[in-house]
């Protein structure tokens, strides 16, 4: 097992902890630096994989690759973990990530992130729209993020609209914590939904327009490594076993 990934596990758990709440602030900002070492051999993948034809377990052309590659890692109700694998010209939609905290560290290639930021007021509070039509938006410096860069992040209030570009040599990808994780319960409002958006401007006003999946957006699946997946397991398992109560 690789010692830096499970670091990043054991931290994950930590972070996303609700009993940890008073801590959180401290415990992502480790979190973060972790994730920032993060290599694609702490996650025991081989660079074939992000060969433009490499192989993946469900194809959807027999010609060739869907734009976008996907493996799961883990998943509970706290946070997810994943792998995207971003090829040629194609690119991650704009979408959102609502009332969502998110790392994006990019292990292979450049990425280019183009990231837009709700409009909302200090003392504002966070709602969500179940159906949202029109987000009025601030519009945030492009990052470029590559090996050798830190993880980008978004946060319920900052930069939590974005679109992921490939920007190097035909293949980029990059490794994802969200929390709590896309279709995990919000009271009064259900599960959280990923929503698309297409930007306008209108007299120096950026706005996002929700639009449909777009056709060209579709992901195969790739196979997670077994030693990832005992990874996950286990670190799942010390993390149960701490927080079961004891019986008398």
């Known amino acids: 097992m690789t010692a830096h990934f499970m670091n990043v596990l054991r931290q994950a758990f930590k972070t996303f902890d609700r009993a940890n ?17 993060l290599t694609y051999r702490d996650l025991h993948i081989k660079e074939e994989l992000f060969r433009p034809h490499a192989g993946a377990s469900s194809p959807s052309h027999a010609q060739g690759r869907a734009p976008c590659s996907y493996m799961h890692i883990f998943e509970d109700e706290r946070f997810s973990m994943s792998l995207f694998i971003v090829r040629g010209s194609s690119s991650i939609p704009l979408h959102d990530h609502p009332m969502m905290f998110g790392l994006l560290r990019c292990i292979w290639g450049k990425l280019l992130v183009q990231s837009y930021t709700q409009q909302l007021g200090p003392d504002e509070p966070l709602h969500y729209d179940t159906d949202p039509i029109v987000v009025k938006v601030n519009v945030e410096e492009p990052c470029l993020v590559s090996p050798d860069t830190p993880s980008a992040m978004v946060t319920p209030r900052k930069r939590n609209y974005h679109h992921i570009t490939e920007a190097g040599n035909g293949v980029a990808a990059f490794f994802d914590i969200l929390s709590p994780p896309y279709d995990a319960d919000m009271p009064m409002y259900g599960p959280r939904s990923c929503r698309f958006y297409r930007p306008k401007s209108d007299g120096g006003q950026t706005q996002l327009h929700c639009i449909p999946s777009p056709a060209t957006y579709y992901c195969d699946v790739v196979d997670t490594p077994k030693t990832v997946l005992q990874c996950a397991f286990k670190c799942a398992d010390e993390d149960y076993a701490e927080n079961v109560p004891e019986t008398q």
Request: glycine residues 0%; hydrophobic residues 35%.
């Open 21 to 37: 709440h008073a801590s959180f602030n401290a415990n992502l900002q480790h979190l973060k630096q972790l994730t920032d070492e």
